[in-house]
C-alpha cells in the first residue's frame, strides 16, 4: 500500500485514539483494513472495562475476526472455517504495539501493520523487541512505523500533561 493509504487510514485510527483521550483512556486508536474496507475500528478501553487487556489493538483483531467470518469472500480457499485469520488485513495503530498486542498480531496472521508513534518503554515491534518479524514464530507481520507520529505523540503527550495536571 502507499503511503498516502497509510495517512488516511491511519487518521481514522487518530480518531478512535481522541475518543479513548475524551474518555479518559490512553489515547490508543486501531483500525482494522481489509480489501481497502475497514473492517473494524477501536480504541484503549482499559479503564471503563478495568480490564489491562483492553488495548485498542486487542478489541480491533477481535472485531475484525468477527467481521471476517462473517464475510463469505473473506473465507479461505478450500472452503475451510475462517478461525479468525486475519491474512490480508492491516492493523493502523496510534502507537507501536506492546508484546500482547504484537503476539496477538503473529497469533492472528495479521499480514501488515502499520503505526505512528515508536514505544521506547514497551514496543514490541521495532522498539525492544521484534515480535512480528521473528523467524522462530510461525508468521510474520510486515512492519511500518513512524506514520504520522506526531499526531499521536501530541495525543499521548495531552493524556500525561492533563494526568499529571489532575494529581496535583
Known sequence: ME????????K???????????????PVGAVVVWKRKIVARAYNQMEM????????????????SETLSQMPE???AGGQDHR??????????????CP????????????????GAHDAKAGACHSLFRITEDDRLNHRVKVTGGVMADDSKF????????LRKDKR
Open 12 to 26: 481514522e485510527a487518530v480518531k478512535q485514539a481522541v475518543i479513548a483521550l475524551e474518555k479518559g483512556e490512553v
Open 74 to 76: 473473506a473465507k479461505p
Open 3 to 10: 503511503k498516502p493509504h497509510h495517512e488516511h487510514f491511519m
Open 49 to 64: 472495562l478495568h480490564d489491562p487487556t483492553a488495548h485498542a489493538e486487542m478489541i480491533a483483531l477481535t472485531q475484525a
Open 100 to 115: 500482547m498486542c504484537a503476539g496477538a498480531l503473529v497469533m492472528t496472521k495479521c499480514t501488515n501493520l502499520v503505526y
Open 155 to 162: 495525543l499521548l503527550a495531552e493524556f500525561f500533561k492533563n
Open 84 to 97: 479468525g485469520s486475519l491474512e490480508g488485513a492491516t492493523l493502523y495503530v496510534t502507537l507501536e504495539p
